[in-house]
């Protein structure tokens, strides 16, 4: 069944290409397309449209599907283009010319707006609840190491004192500004694209505000071609979105493979938290990082890959636009199971405490020598000319202990204010 048929066949071929792998991802938007349903029939009658009793077996039969689809029985058969099309046949099915009211004032393009508006808010939320665990336990483990230290490196070198509360903390601050993107994404979602039709409104009568209302959106989309053209807009507003708590994530991976590494030896899991080689006995792989890694590189093409799409595309709809929910829809699922993995790994990861013991990090204290002469009265280049003589010399012997005060700094790590910075983000 298609929505535009006019008595006549397209080739199987040109409807295989041209419908793609819609069907299947329209199964995880088919909720929100019966959801949508709803508004529209509540609407319908508010304006006179459908009669009470028309709304009464419309409200019950599409209640009847949304049970189908929330217990995993609901199909879209490949005689169908898509869920708009098997939804409005089973409407029809059982309830006949009512049921072929449900399009009244309507086009498949703001269909598809609303159930991927709505669908996105859903899903960000599940990103922003993953993000939020991930966030506290950060928090917490830099509570418990805030006073182990660690090298800090700059160019891959060893560069200055660091410690595991400072480490902890820094991704979680960073997830903040992840956090920042994420709402940004989701009040371009709460719009109420409903009623836009084919881009260019209705000669209905038709009541936005109040599918608005009933669909639980802040506002709506006024002008019926601004919303149009939110296909596209919408998919890059969520793509910059999850791109960024990827780079966080790869960023951290890329870290704890090179921490994990026998020549770092910084931290360590549970043997079952990772993987062996088929000839190398002694191997404890980080296969799970190095996929978040690579998973969360992948992510971060989707702002290019969605504006390929739709790049100098005029106003109005395009098939291409289709193409958007192949990068976007499974995007979500990807990024979820990464924030999960990270979170359940580092539930259990195993610090070591006395990484500095180790003579090669001996150089990290050598700016606080330099700045420890400077107190003394030292000029800044003379201090620095001395420490540097002194390792030349192999006279360098520092005082291993450092005292870091100001904010953000070894001694202060400020979690408190990084956990309030948080609670303020609306």
Known sequence: MKLWDKGFSTDKKIDLFTVGNDRELDLILAKYDVIGNIAQAKMLHKIGLLTADELKVLETELNTILNQIEEGNFIIENTFEDVHSKVEFMLTEKLGDTGKKIHTARSRNDQVLVDVHLYV????????????????????????????????????????????????SAYAETLIDDIYFLKAAYKVADQNPLGSAAGYGSSFPIDRKYTTEV??????????????????????????????????????????????????????????????????????????FELIRGKCNKLQALPYEFTLITNNLPSGYHRDLQLLKEGLIPSFSTLKACLEMMTFSLEQIKVNTTILEDEKYLYLFSVEEVNKLVQQGVPFRDAYKIVGKNIAEGKFDPDKKVNHTHIGSIGNLCLDEIVEKKIKIK
């Open 215 to 288: 669909l639980g959106f802040d506002t709506l989309k006024y002008n019926s071609v601004a919303a149009q053209m939110g296909r596209g807009k919408l998919e890059k507003a969520v793509s910059f979105a999850l791109s960024s708590v990827a780079s966080t994530l790869s960023k951290m991976s890329m870290d704890i493979c090179l921490y994990m590494s026998q020549n770092f030896n910084f931290i360590s899991f549970p043997d079952e938290l990772t993987t062996g080689s088929s000839i190398m006995p002694h191997k404890k792989n980080p296969d799970v």
């Open 121 to 168: 808010k859903d899903a960000l939320n599940e990103i922003s609840e993953g993000v939020d665990s991930l966030f506290d336990l950060l928090i917490k483990l830099a509570k418990k190491y805030q006073d182990v230290l660690m090298p800090g490196y700059t160019h891959f070198q060893v560069a200055m004192p660091s410690s595991f509360g400072l480490w902890f």
